[in-house]
């Protein structure tokens, strides 16, 4: 392991100002590992990091900016005895703080670092090789417990980060390398056809740049997080951006949280974090699980901003979110809807110059006795120095304001394309509006801009095609949930059934068989009824499954179309078993 863990002042020393930076990093920078480095030039006894490794504040580890930066080097040293300058060491470390020096170190050799999840088992194994043989990796940086892995063996050479001494080094030259790759960053979904997005130096830090920007000042910054480190939230949005702005991050594993999402909003209370963030069903998990006791012991008074993004941010789970934990001081001002994607680095748009997140109502063609509207939240400003526009996605038109079609981005942030995949990185970087040379991204996400802000309403992929009418499988979702109130995480598909488009909903039950039969009126019928009022269409089958039913990638999205094949195979989950699968409750 790592050095001995430092004594640990409970909660963080208020923050002091910041040391004048000899020079600050910024988007100009000649590498991620320029990070850490200047940081410690300029404030080497800050606090960088504190790491709960059982998701308390017990056993916390803190790291200075020096310990962080000589770690780094240690690393750096050991990568470049190896030389590979620009080839790609895959990291394959669990959440902590070794994983943070692993990711600095291999860009302070010049390497280029690839986040995957540890092979430790069922699906992370198959996972871990579609990764290892998409990018050819010369190295990966593991640690013991992976080392039985036979998939390890696969890769020519391997560093097991607990095996070799670790006395912090001092700096060593970090090669200028601000155009070429520093991250290969794999999305979270399927363990099909792997998609590694190649981000350049300038990328990672033209979005750390753009997000510091949207957050606006605050001279006493503390992040506090849980994200999986190996994909872009958890990793540029949290680990990287908190090197980058010079303030303290506060980091417990994803399984603590997925287990007790208490934990992550007590880690707030304790710390006095300024900041933190989360994808929406994080605050639905929050909401469902904190109980009145739990309730008790929290103060998020210091939290001003909660940044939300990675699936659409729903305006009832704000609400929920809210009426739950204003008695503890939380503010709902302080939510920060986001809009972004691993192939734009990160992120694309959030925060408004106005302060709180604005909701407007979408009409959608209404059903006859429907209410077919939506409320979509604002994903707020287009980030400083970027570009967005919103085109006609068949003949790549740009829409009038207001109008909803996909979202196209252009600026320093967009990746430079997907790993040895030259035609489909020029369908997806290379689009062009009639008559221009520019080139944009297009996400395959719908949305409008209005009065400069971007609002997000689905993906096309995702979209629902019924008797020529639009439906977003969201919406579908959402009012399934709260069709019943048993009912957790719900999914929306369409199935051609040889005839036409057929609407199916599943949906997970939190209870037992028993608790399922007692239901005086079955769940199903509860979620066909509303389903069929609220968007004028019929599910043709709801089907009732037990929690962790329904498929989710590794940062807690579903994956629907996973599920559409699972339905479609016959193998989704029978409904609840006796034992009941406890979630959030340890
Ligand atoms: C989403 C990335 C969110 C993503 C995060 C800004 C401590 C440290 C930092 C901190 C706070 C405390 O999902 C970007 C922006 C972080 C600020 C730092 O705050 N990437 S992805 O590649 O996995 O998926 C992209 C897709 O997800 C969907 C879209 O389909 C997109 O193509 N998506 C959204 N859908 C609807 N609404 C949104 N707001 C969405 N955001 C992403």
Redesign the pocket.
């Known amino acids: 392991m790592l050095s001995a863990p430092t004594a640990v002042p409970i909660p963080l020393p208020a923050t002091t100002a910041r040391p004048a930076a000899r020079r600050a990093p910024g988007p100009e920078s000649p590498s991620l590992a320029w990070l850490p480095q200047q940081r410690a030039a300029e404030a080497p006894t800050r606090l960088a990091f504190r790491f709960l490794p059982d998701g308390t504040t017990r056993h916390a580890i803190d790291w200075t900016y020096a310990d962080l930066a000589g770690h780094a080097a240690t690393v750096a040293e050991e990568v470049r005895r190896h030389d590979l300058r620009n080839r790609r060491v895959v990291l394959a470390l669990e959440p902590g703080l070794p994983f943070v020096a692993a990711l600095f170190g291999i860009a302070g050799a010049g390497a280029t670092a690839v986040p995957a999840f540890p092979p430790d088992g069922r699906g992370t194994v198959a996972r871990f090789r579609s990764i290892v043989r998409d990018c050819d990796p010369d190295l990966v940086i593991a640690d013991s417990r992976s080392a039985a892995s036979p998939c390890l063996g696969e890769v020519r050479g391997r560093i097991l980060l607990d095996e070799f001494s670790f006395a912090p080094r001092k700096d060593s030259v970090v090669p200028p390398v601000r155009h070429e790759p520093a991250i290969v960053q794999y999305?979270?979904g399927s363990t099909g056809e792997p998609k590694g997005i190649v981000l350049s130096h300038h990328n990672v830090l033209s979005n750390c740049a753009a997000?510091e920007a949207a957050l606006g000042p605050d001279p006493a910054r503390v992040?506090?997080?849980w994200l999986p480190p190996y994909?872009?939230?958890g990793l540029i949005?949290?680990i990287l951006?908190?090197v980058y702005g010079g303030w303290p991050?506060v980091l417990l594993s994803p399984a603590h949280f997925a287990q007790r999402p208490y934990r992550w909003l007590k880690a707030i209370t304790d710390h006095r974090a300024t900041?933190?963030?989360a994808p929406n069903f994080a605050l639905d998990a929050c909401v469902s699980t904190v109980d009145d006791e739990e309730l008790a012991t929290l103060d998020l008074t210091s939290l001003r901003?909660l940044?939300c993004?990675?699936?659409?941010?729903s305006p009832s789970t704000v609400d929920r979110f809210a009426a739950r934990f204003a008695p503890c001081g939380y503010r709902r001002a302080a939510l920060l809807?986001?809009?972004?994607?691993?192939e734009a680095t990160?992120?694309v748009s959030?925060g408004r110059p106005g302060g709180a997140a604005r909701t407007v109502t979408v009409e959608a063609p209404a059903p006859p006795e429907g209410r077919a509207s939506t409320r979509v939240i604002s994903?707020g400003s287009v980030a400083a120095g970027h570009e967005v526009v919103i085109a006609d996605p068949w003949s790549g038109r740009p829409e009038a304001p207001g109008r909803i079609g996909e979202v196209w981005v252009r600026g320093p942030s967009v990746a430079q394309g997907y790993l040895g995949k030259p035609r489909l990185s020029a369908e997806t970087f290379g689009a062009r509006l009639p008559g221009s040379a520019r080139t944009y991204l297009r996400?395959?996400?719908l949305g409008f801009l209005l009065d400069g802000e971007l609002f997000?309403t689905g993906?096309i992929k995702d979209l629902i095609v019924i008797a020529g009418r639009n439906l977003y499988p969201q919406d579908v979702e959402r009012t399934a949930a709260e069709a019943h109130p048993r009912l957790r995480r719900t999914v929306a598909f369409s199935v051609d059934d040889g005839h036409a488009e057929r609407l199916v909903v599943v949906a997970e039950f939190r209870g037992t068989a028993r608790a399922l039969a007692a239901e005086h009126r079955h769940p199903s019928e509860a979620v066909i009824a509303a389903v069929t009022a609220v968007h004028g269409v019929r599910p043709s089958d709801v089907r009732i499954v037990p929690v962790g039913a329904i498929p989710v990638t590794t940062?807690g999205k579903t994956r629907r179309r996973e599920a559409r094949s699972l339905y479609l195979r016959g193998t989704l989950c029978r409904p609840p078993h006796e034992s009941e699968r406890r979630t959030g409750s340890t």
């Open positions: 999305s979270s997000i992040g506090c997080a994909h872009d939230m949005g949290t951006l908190a991050l900041i933190s963030l901003r940044c993004g990675a699936e659409p941010v809807p986001c809009y972004g994607l691993a990160l992120f959030g994903c996400t395959g996400d997000i993906r940062s």
